[in-house]
């Protein structure tokens, strides 16, 4: 994850022995080799993709709508880490606000009122996650793109770690149809990468998402009534608070999963 989802090499003096900087080629695969594998292999509709990325996945994402807004339809950025190289994230907005007039994209950002400095186990140790994405929120409409679609949300008792499968269907229910019924008969193909060292790729499959028969032709895979939307899930290893004391039961409870995964 520190590798794949940063945009500059200049990573937090915390993490100095680790690489930084590669999220342009981490981009790049995503678009030349794993996008393709999906819509040519399963019923996608590549017109209702949907990143959604959590801390430095939401970081990525960001840098993906400044650099290459179409790639997604939908960006879902869950506690996204803009604090990164001083903030380097907004230069980047910035650059691309200079030399374009519409930002075509439906953008949902979410944080948890825990993710601000404070002495908690359950704080943040210095950025400001919340300031952060109000800043992100007011800049982008700022700007009045025409096709732009912002929303935020700032949800109660949630911090860094138990915010995410809450954050992350609150923002599939915003930037998908309720008609589509996601929690009940799309179940997508997941690419989820999970940090951890170098960062891995592994698919999770379910039926709502059917791959083509070997017979179909290719083509055949571009009726849109019967396609589902695609959702890239790019989640970073979420670092646990040190005393076991301090820890709630959703800390354990996805400590046991961060450990069964990683």
């Known amino acids: ?29 995503l678009k030349n080799e794993v996008l393709p594998f999906i819509d040519n292999r399963f019923r996608a509709d590549p017109a209702r ?9 939401g970081l990525l994402g ?14 879902i950025l869950g506690s996204p880490s803009f604090w990164f190289d001083k903030r380097h994230i907004m230069t980047m907005e910035a650059a691309y606000a200079r030399s374009h007039t519409d930002l075509p994209a439906n953008v949902f950002m979410y944080v948890g ?24 929120e007011t800049t982008l409409k700022s ?49 989820i990468a999970w940090g951890g060292g170098a960062s891995r790729l592994r698919a999770v499959t379910g039926a709502g998402l059917q791959a083509k028969r070997p017979c179909e032709r290719s083509d055949e895979s571009k009726q849109p009534s019967h396609h589902e939307p695609v959702i890239l899930a790019l989640v970073a290893r979420i670092h646990m608070p040190g005393p076991s004391a301090g820890r709630t039961a959703e800390h354990r409870a996805y400590g046991s999963l961060g450990q069964a995964q990683g």
């Open 49 to 57: 993709r949907v990143l959604l990325g959590h801390s430095y996945g």
């Open 113 to 136: 009122d825990w993710e601000v400095p404070g002495p908690g186990p359950r704080n943040t140790s210095c950025a400001n996650l919340v300031r952060d994405m109000q800043t992100m």
């Open 1 to 29: 994850r520190n590798r794949d989802y940063t945009p500059t090499p200049n990573g937090p003096r915390s993490a100095s022995s680790n690489l930084h900087g590669q999220g342009a080629a981490y981009q790049t695969y």
């Open 62 to 75: 960001a840098q993906i709508l400044f650099t290459d807004p179409s790639m997604f339809h939908s960006y």
């Open 143 to 191: 700007h009045h793109y025409p096709n732009l679609r912002v929303q935020s949300l700032v949800l109660t008792d949630e911090d860094h770690l138990t915010i995410a499968p809450v954050g992350a269907t609150r923002g599939l229910l915003a930037v998908l149809l309720a008609k589509e019924r996601v929690f009940t008969s799309l179940n997508p193909l997941l690419p």
